[in-house]
């Protein structure tokens, strides 16, 4: 959920604050008390389920309930409040994190995901007029490896042993995604100004992301992985251990989709020849990840699309329509960033129950609808 263009801050006030609000979370034990009050966590974490909870500490990262809610707790902002440090949180507080899945995704207690990244069914065009007016196509997805904890809650040992461990699997990627990786520690001004250029560097400073315990140690086991055409990157210990992404100029999907991918496998392929270790997956939740918004497939499929009749009718009636197609708007300066011209940023709404075949498709469709009715 990041902007394509962030840039590389690293605040020392940032990770004191950091750890003031994470370590204040366990002052909590007697009577809890959340100030997202609309949020998710706050419809389903009672005092009764807390007090069940609030002692276990997961074997994995040593991640706790006080921990997993922390944002709720300090923010009143949130809808959905929650993070998971490790594969154990999703198991040990299944009693707050189904309900909250299930209510988040509109999915039932017994559903079943199904991931499906056969570029071959992508069988749905753009139209040509749609085309003529799309700038760039990008889609992500997020990966975690099994036996490390999530950013949320990973260990310091263990995100430096991730890190080690991919830098010997990019080395094994060959053709179109062969490519370097640039740890952020010592970075060299002129590699990072060329990153920051290219719109590659992800940053600290999220005050989510720092009380979620995201930005610890920053940064320090975090780095960025491109191929030689800029076209697939992979963020290393972001917000998830792996952010994989494919991406170009024009309206190409099929083909975005296709490099992405390729370059999933071909990691995965690379990381369990390295480890013996394959990414965490659930039959439920599909791929896991830290922000349970992101079961399922991760993925985020998007094109910047320049649409300057429904600019004039304004954003709320984008919003309105999108809502309609299963897509949402945001502006090109990503989700917190607004929009400055005629140009938004379309992509899927939904993450879990859906293939990402299907949601790519639908997306394809969503755009056609949109160029069409842009009058």
């Known amino acids: ?102 209510e988040y995704h509109g999915i039932k207690a017994d559903a079943l995901h199904t991931s499906d990244m056969d570029s071959s069914k992508i069988t749905e065009k753009m139209d040509e007029g749609a085309k003529s007016k799309v700038k760039s196509t990008r889609i992500r997805v997020g990966r975690n490896l099994e036996g490390f904890g999530l950013s949320p809650g990973i260990l310091k040992e263990h995100r430096v042993e991730f890190e080690a461990l991919m830098k010997k699997a990019f080395e094994g990627l060959t053709g179109d995604l062969a490519g370097t990786y640039y740890p952020l520690t010592g970075m060299d001004e002129k590699v990072r100004q060329q990153l920051v250029d290219d719109h590659f560097l992800f940053m600290s400073g999220d005050k989510n992301l720092e009380v979620a315990g995201m930005e610890r140690d920053w940064p320090e086991g975090r780095g960025i992985f491109h191929n030689k055409d800029k076209t697939f990157l992979v963020w290393v210990n972001e917000e998830d251990q792996l952010r994989i992404i494919s991406m170009e100029q024009g309206a190409d999907v099929k083909g975005v989709f296709d490099r992405l991918a390729r370059g999933i496998a071909a990691v995965e392929a690379s990381v369990q020849k390295e480890s013996g270790k394959a990414f965490m997956k659930d039959p439920r939740y599909g791929y896991i990840h830290s922000c349970p918004t992101n079961l399922g497939t991760g993925m985020r499929a998007s094109v910047h699309v320049t649409l300057p009749g429904w600019h004039k009718k304004g954003i709320k009636a984008l919003q309105a329509r999108c809502e309609e197609l299963a897509v949402q708007p945001r502006g090109t300066r990503g989700e917190s960033g607004g929009h400055i011209d005629d140009t938004y940023d379309i992509s899927n709404k939904h993450r879990l129950g859906y293939s990402e075949v299907e949601l790519v498709q639908n997306m394809i469709k969503a755009v056609n609808a949109l160029y069409k009715e842009d009058a």
Do not use: W
Request: net charge positive; proline share 1%.
């Open 1 to 102: 959920m990041r902007a394509y263009c962030q840039l590389l801050q690293i605040s020392a006030l940032a990770v004191a604050t950091n750890k003031v609000n994470r370590n204040s979370i366990k002052r909590i034990n007697m009577s809890l008390e959340i100030k997202s009050k609309h949020s998710l966590v706050a419809k389903h974490v009672t005092q009764e389920v807390y007090d069940k909870l609030k002692d276990h500490v997961t074997e994995n990262s040593k991640f706790t309930l006080d921990k997993a809610i922390a944002c709720a707790v300090q923010f009143d902002n949130q809808h959905c409040g929650i993070y998971a440090g490790d594969g154990d949180s999703y198991k040990d507080f299944a009693a707050v994190f189904d309900p909250i899945i299930q």
